[in-house]
């Protein structure tokens, strides 16, 4: 099925571990895009790439890194986890460029970190 | 900071009955308003979306208003179901450019049967 897939679905991570999520969309969208979720915070963004090859911070970058591999892929990496990243991680792409019909979302990364 | 502003934060309706969720934006820049339904462990996905040149769009049981001069828009969900029960997002963007979604806070609508 076309969409975006998240790997992977849960993570515990201890206190400083580091740890990459992955991302993928076979919809040959132009932008991709790395929210968190936290209850009565609704989504905010981390880090977006409105094309291949360009990649800018968002709201909270802060203790993150992406990298876009290529058109279909874009991963965020946590270096040094803390407790404060406890959240729920979702992927998203668009169409880019002068088209917009909102985001497609991926089913998300539960990540806890103790 | 928040640009987007939703209420209420949780909503209880009953069976039949029209939900009524409100969002406030302050970028007069904003030309792309969509709603996003998300259940339990999934990821959200689009509702329906307006652009600020109509005050209102309607797609089945589902509507959104729009209020540019108050810089407002709302969703109704009409008739009410059980399976309507989920969080719903406002978002707003500009449609050029980087296409960055802010959303609002969200809110938990449940429907008793």
């Known amino acids: 099925n076309a969409g975006v897939t998240q790997t992977p679905k849960f993570q515990v991570l201890k206190t400083g571990q580091s740890m990459t999520l992955q991302c993928a969309q076979d919809m040959n969208h132009n932008s991709m895009y790395w929210y968190r979720q936290d209850p009565g915070m609704g989504l905010r963004l981390i880090y977006y790439s409105a094309s291949e090859g360009t990649t800018d911070k968002g709201e909270v970058p802060n203790g993150y890194n992406v990298s876009r591999l290529n058109k279909r892929e874009f991963s965020l990496r946590l270096e040094s986890a803390a407790p404060s990243q406890t959240s729920v991680y979702f992927c998203?792409?668009?169409?880019?460029?002068?088209?917009?019909?909102?985001?497609?979302f991926g089913s998300g990364t539960r990540l806890t970190v103790v | 900071q928040q640009q987007v502003k939703q209420s209420p934060q949780s909503l209880i309706v009953q069976k039949g009955g029209i939900s009524i969720i409100n969002c406030a934006y302050e970028n007069t820049a904003f030309d792309y308003f969509p709603w996003y339904q998300q259940f339990p462990g999934k990821g959200p996905a689009l509702l329906i979306a307006i652009r600020p040149d109509v005050s209102e769009k309607k797609e089945g049981r589902f509507t959104i208003s729009f209020n540019k001069s108050a810089k407002q828009f709302s969703l109704h969900i009409m008739d009410s179901q059980p399976g309507d029960s989920a969080t719903y997002f406002c978002?707003?963007?500009?449609?050029?450019?980087?296409?960055?979604?802010?959303f609002g806070q969200g809110t938990r609508l449940t429907i008793n049967p």
């Open positions: 978002a707003a963007s500009k449609v050029q450019g980087a296409q960055k979604l802010v």
């Open positions: 998203a792409s668009s169409e880019g460029e002068q088209f917009f019909y909102g985001y497609t």
